[in-house]
Each structure stands twice: as C-alpha cells, then as structure tokens.
C-alpha cells in the first residue's frame, strides 16, 4: 500500500474538509424554506435567516478561492520531489488555518479571522518561494 507524502495527505483534507463546508448551510435552507422550495433552483436574491449560514457560504467561497492557489503550489512541490520538513509544516498549518478562518468567519469574530486568513497565506507564499528557490 503506497502512502501519501504528508504534502498530499494535508492537501486532501483540504480538499476534503472544503467540499463539505456548504452541508450546513443546505440543511439550513431546508429547514428555514422547507425541503421544496430549498431545493429549487436557488435565486441570488433569497437570502438566508440566518446570518451565520451566510456567513458560512461566504467563508466556502473563500477556502475555494484559496485552494485554487494552494492546491497547485502542493502538487508542483509534490511532482517537483522538492519537499522538506518546511513544506510539510506549511501544509499542515495551512489546513488549521482555513479551519480555524471557517469557524471564525461563520461565527462572525473579527481580526481573528482576518488573522487565520493571513497564515494561510503566508503558507502560501512559503510553498511558492520554496519552488522558486528563494526559501
């Protein structure tokens, strides 16, 4: 059985973790507008009752937004044989980051938020140096 490079393993959860963000945010429609109408085509302007599953849906589009940049720089690390133990850490802060950004987000707590997001980021920026040879 051949395992995953921590890179790649790290990398998955993300994936993982941000394809089901939106769970919450569907049950919540279904209860607030009843299962039919909920899932109807959605219209831009019906909003939820709830601010934190707005929040939420907000806080999905932007671990998307995010993984875009993050998911290539992992595999080009990954394909590139350039890991070492600081990608590896990057990874893994990474997903604690976007974890910790969802939740704050969806429960509305700012600076700390804009904090997580900013990790993320720097994790970001530690892969593409690192391929770059600056790091």
């Known amino acids: 059985m051949q395992t995953l490079s921590v890179e790649l393993f790290w990398l998955t959860l993300t ?3 941000t394809a089901v963000i939106w769970v919450p945010y569907i049950v919540n429609r279904l209860v607030e507008d009843q299962p039919w109408p909920a899932l109807m085509n959605p219209q831009p302007d019906l909003r939820p009752k709830a601010q934190w599953a707005e929040r939420l849906m907000r806080a999905h589009d932007n671990a998307v937004e995010n993984l875009v940049v993050f998911a290539p720089l992992v595999l080009m690390v990954h394909v590139t044989g350039m890991s070492t ?3 590896a850490n990057a990874c ?7 974890l910790i950004h ?4 969806t429960f509305g707590v ?3 938020r804009t904090l997580a997001f900013f990790i993320g980021f720097l994790c970001q920026m530690v892969l593409g140096s690192h ?3 600056i790091i």
């Open 15 to 17: 994936i993982l973790m």
């Open 85 to 87: 133990a600081l990608t």
């Open 92 to 98: 893994i802060l990474y997903f604690f980051a976007r």
């Open 102 to 105: 969802l939740l704050l987000y």
């Open 110 to 112: 700012p600076f700390f």
């Open 131 to 133: 391929l770059l040879g």
